[in-house]
């Protein structure tokens, strides 16, 4: 009954006026600019990067489609197959080093110091600095001949001649991944940093009341409550390392003999420097699928949201 | 209470449980790995600074330890 009295008002309303009321259609509007946006700067960019892995365009022509060509190409392509390793492991071992020392920085830093402000401010120096410059700082260190360290070392009289740094693919791999260590330890520990700050300190004082140990501490209160911070950081970590481009580029173009190219290195110096821009697009593709991997882990393997959300940790 | 010990008071509760530490402790397990830490990280900002003082005949003049501190 109610609804049959009602009915004779709604031919009165305009269709302008029903549009306005309709929520489906204004929250369409609202997101329109956002939308329109990520489509333009993300969703085209990345649909083209794929499309030119797909066909076989040349700087200055036009290329036509030739389905998977260049990804059975890259799939016997040893140098490829050498860059995807040199990723793995640059993101592997950099990743781990960079989360345990920027770990131990952090909790060194949560305590109470002198000049606690100030030290905390420097530390970012290698973060806040370009990684062009940090890298060319590298360059010089790691330098053939006027290496400070193989000079300070051979005065120490721990070594007799200087260390090919960059000029062996083993040292060179080493060199690039402490390298990145170096650039990545500042952002790791000052984000750890702000999680530590959040945990109350009460917490600490009712364990060491019940006679807790430094490490059962850390253990129990500490690396629970940290786990949402560092599942964050260590997505961004790893996500940066294995896309890094600037520090080999800078130090080594690719190292001795493309021993030490990591993807996305192969990937620019296919497409822009050999101008094989198809395949370099499909270089860059094939990076894909490992970073979803990566941030579906993170995602699902360290962001506990049962536990957070006040259910069981399973 | 004066000043100075209300001041004293203030700084005790900022340490938290930072009283239950030795200082000899302190040293060993905060201010040396500390140290290191920024050592490592200001190294090369400091080495960067140096070199850019020295001409190029001075680049290569590793004489001793001097070139560390000499520009």
Not at chain 1, 233 to 251: A, G, R
Not at chain 2, 25 to 53: E, G
């Amino acid at each position: 009954m109610v609804a049959v009295s009602r009915q004779p008002e709604a031919p009165s309303i305009g269709l302008l006026a029903r549009l306005h009321n309709n929520r489906n259609l204004l929250g369409a509007l609202f997101m329109l600019p956002a939308a329109s946006i990520l489509l333009v700067f993300l969703t085209y960019p990345l649909g083209l990067g794929i499309w030119l892995g797909l066909t076989d365009v040349k700087v200055g022509r036009p290329g036509i489609f030739v389905g998977l060509e260049n990804y059975i190409w890259l799939f016997r392509d040893q140098v490829f197959w050498l860059s995807v390793f040199n990723t793995f492991l640059y993101t592997t071992v950099a990743s781990i080093v960079k989360f345990a020392l920027g770990l131990w920085l952090a909790l060194l830093l949560n305590r109470h110091l002198p000049f606690k402000a100030f030290i905390r401010a420097i530390v970012l120096l290698p973060f806040i600095v370009p990684t062009v410059l940090s890298a060319l700082a590298f360059w010089w260190i790691y330098d053939s001949q006027d290496s400070v360290i193989s000079w300070i070392l051979i005065e120490a009289g721990l070594i007799d001649k200087t260390i090919d740094f960059l000029g062996q693919p083993n040292n060179a791999r080493a060199s690039v991944i402490a390298a990145n260590i170096w650039r990545g330890i500042p952002f790791v520990a000052i984000t750890l940093l702000a999680g530590l700050q959040t945990i109350p300190a009460s917490l600490y004082e009712a364990a060491t009341i019940d006679g807790a140990t430094e490490w059962q501490r850390f253990r129990h209160i500490t690396f629970p409550l940290l786990t949402p911070i560092i599942a964050v950081v260590m997505t961004f970590s790893v996500l940066f390392t294995f896309t890094d481009f600037q520090l080999i580029w800078v130090m080594t173009r690719g190292g001795p003999i493309n021993a030490i190219h990591l993807m996305a290195t192969l990937s620019y110096q296919r497409a822009i420097v050999g101008g094989a821009l198809g395949e370099g697009a499909a270089i860059a593709t094939a990076m894909i699928p490992f970073l979803l991997g990566a941030i579906l882990f993170s995602y699902f393997g360290l962001q506990r949201r049962r536990w957070q959300q006040g259910g069981r940790d399973d | 209470m004066t000043d100075a010990a209300a001041r004293r008071a203030g700084a005790a509760d900022q340490g938290g449980m930072g009283y239950l530490e030795s200082l000899p402790r302190k040293v060993v397990v905060v201010y040396i790995p500390l140290a290191i830490f920024l050592f490592v990280l200001l190294f090369p900002f400091y080495w960067m600074t140096v070199t850019s003082f020295k001409s190029n005949e001075e680049l290569h003049a590793y004489r001793g330890l001097d070139a560390l501190w000499i520009f």
